[in-house]
């Protein structure tokens, strides 16, 4: 079994910067492809970013240029640097990772909590 955890959300004015980060734990794996979503309220969940094993991301249009993934494969743990930061990007945001499990080499997928980002105006 993995967990993931987010961790980093909080309340920015519009303009402002978040450091988010996700981090695996649990049983022994290899993060492959990881996603950052994100859900407003009354909205459906977006995908905002994802990463794949080799470090290629693929982006929302709407956060092209303000927002950056970035992995520390070591560790486990991706990051979302959010820069720029518009009272439109309020919405509790979520990792989801696909892992291959150590033991058996099988992938599961997982997702965590999610960490909440407010943007004031």
């Known amino acids: 079994q993995v967990r993931l955890v987010e961790s980093g959300g909080g309340l920015v004015q519009a303009g402002g910067s978040l450091n988010l980060s996700c981090a695996a734990s649990?049983?022994?794996?290899?993060?492959?492809?990881i996603g950052w979503y994100r859900q407003a309220p009354g909205k459906e969940r977006e995908l905002v970013i994802d990463i794949n094993t080799g470090g290629s991301t693929n982006y929302a249009d709407s956060v092209k240029g303000r927002f950056t993934a970035s992995r520390d494969n070591a560790k486990n743990t991706v990051f979302l640097q959010m820069n720029s930061l518009k009272p439109e990007d309020t919405a509790v945001y979520y990792c989801?990772?696909?892992?291959?499990?150590?033991?058996?080499?099988?992938?599961?997928?997982?997702w965590g909590p999610g960490t909440q980002v407010t943007v004031s105006s």
């Open positions: 649990g049983s022994p794996c290899t993060i492959n492809t």
């Open positions: 989801k990772a696909i892992v291959r499990m150590t033991m058996t080499g099988r992938l599961y997928q997982y």
